[in-house]
C-alpha cells in the first residue's frame, strides 16, 4: 500500500499513524481505531470495494474490511432491550461494510423445495432449470449494479445453485440415498445430470456477468459432516470436479478475481486439494466444527495462495470479556501478518449474544485494524 493512503502531517510528511485519532460515534462504544483517523480531504478514499479486493488478493490495503453478516431477527430484539439503536441499521451502527449480490438465482425451480424428479425422469430438467425464467433475474439488476460499482460497493454472484447432491435433486434422507446409489450405479446420468447444470449455470452467469462485473462469486457445497464428505474424494473429482472448471472457465473470461466457496460446517479438507486446482481461491466456512477446517491449520496447510474470509467462533462472544478476547487473540493476529485475510464471525450473531459483547468483539478488531493498517 503506498504512503499516499495513511495518515499525514499538514506539511504532507511520511505516514504518522499515531497521529490518527478516532472519533467515537458508534453506538455509545467508539468507533474502532483505524476506520476513520482523519478528515476526509487529508486521506485517499478508499473504496470498499478496493478494501475488500486488495485485502483478499494479497495487495496490501490501509487495513481490513469491517464485516459480518446480519444479526438474525431475535438478536436483533434482544439487542434493542440492550441498548442497540433502533434509529440505526446493523451495518451502519458498526461502519460495516456490506457485500451485494447483484441478483441472480440459480436453485432448481420452485426455489428452495427439493427436486427429486431429476434423477428419474430426464425430462423434468428443463422445468427446475430454465434460463428464461424471469424470477431467476432481479428486476433492474443491471441498473443496481452498475449503479452500486460507481459507489465503490463490494458485488457478488452467486456461481451454482447449490453443491454436488443439490445438483442430483437431494433433499431429504431418502433423496441423499437415491443419489448415492445413482453415483454408483448410474453414473454416466449422473454426469450427464450434472454437464447440464453447469451449462445451465454457465448461460445464466453470461446473460448477467456481460452486463455487470462482480468481485466475487459464491460456490456452495453442502456434502460433509464434521467427520468427513459423504463421497470419496475420487468420487467427487470425478462427478464434481469438471463442472466446478467450467463455470470458474467463464468466470475468468470475465475477470471475476475471487471465486469463493461458501459452506456450513462439515470437513471438506480432503476436497479442498482438488477445488482448488479447479480454481477456487477462497475459502468462507460457517459454524466450523472440525480440527482440520479451522483457520490456521488450513493456512499452514495452502498458505496464502488460499484466502480467507471468517474463522472466528461466534460463541466466543457468548462467554467473558477475556475469554473473547483471548479467542481473537490467538487465531487473528497469525492469519493478518500471513496475509488475505478478512476476518469476521463463522456464524450470524445469534440471540445467545449480549449486545455489549458485540461491541467488545468489534472494539478488539478495531484495535488489530489499527495494529496491522500498512
Known sequence: MQSDR???????RAPLLQRCVSRKRRCGSGEPAGSS???SSEVQKITQRQRFLDTLTGNGSDRFPFFDIEPAEDTLKRWYTEGFPRSKSFSKCFNLETHHSVG??????????????????????????????????????????????EKGRVLYVDASGGGLLQMLGVG????????????VEKPRMVEDLIQRTADFY?????????????????????????????????????FAVPG???????????????????STGGNLASLLPSLIDAGINCLWISNIRSAEMEYPRLRHRFGPR???????????????AAFLREVIEE????????????????????????FANYKLYRRILGELADRYSS
Not at 131 to 145: H, I, L, N, T, V
Not at 172 to 183: F, G, P, Q, V
Open 172 to 183: 431429504d434422507w431418502e433423496s441423499l440415498a437415491n443419489a448415492c446409489i445413482a453415483l
Open 306 to 320: 488460499l484466502a480467507l474470509i471468517g474463522g472466528i467462533d461466534a460463541t466466543a462472544l457468548t462467554g467473558d
Open 6 to 12: 495513511r495518515c499525514r502531517d499538514k506539511k504532507g
Open 244 to 262: 466446478y472448471r467450467k463455470v470458474i472457465g467463464l468466470l475468468e473470461r470475465f475477470d471475476v478475481p475471487l471465486r469463493i466457496l461458501c
Open 37 to 39: 483517523c482523519m478528515r
Open 104 to 149: 441472480l438465482m440459480l436453485r432448481s425451480y420452485p426455489f428452495y423445495r427439493k427436486a427429486p424428479d431429476l434423477l428419474k425422469d430426464p425430462s423434468s430438467f428443463i422445468r427446475h432449470y430454465h434460463p428464461d425464467q424471469r424470477s431467476r433475474y432481479a428486476r433492474g439488476f443491471e441498473k443496481r449494479g452498475k449503479r452500486l460499482r
Open 331 to 354: 487465531m487473528v493476529p497469525g492469519l493478518l501478518e500471513s496475509g488475505r485475510y478478512l476476518p469476521c464471525l463463522d456464524d450470524r450473531p445469534r440471540s445467545t449474544i449480549p
Open 202 to 238: 454457465c448461460v445464466c452467469l453470461e446473460r448477467v456477468l456481460s452486463k455487470v462485473p462482480v468481485d466475487y462469486a459464491a460456490f456452495y457445497e453442502p456434502i460433509a459432516s464434521n467427520k468427513g464428505p459423504v463421497i470419496s474424494p475420487a468420487m467427487f473429482e470425478r
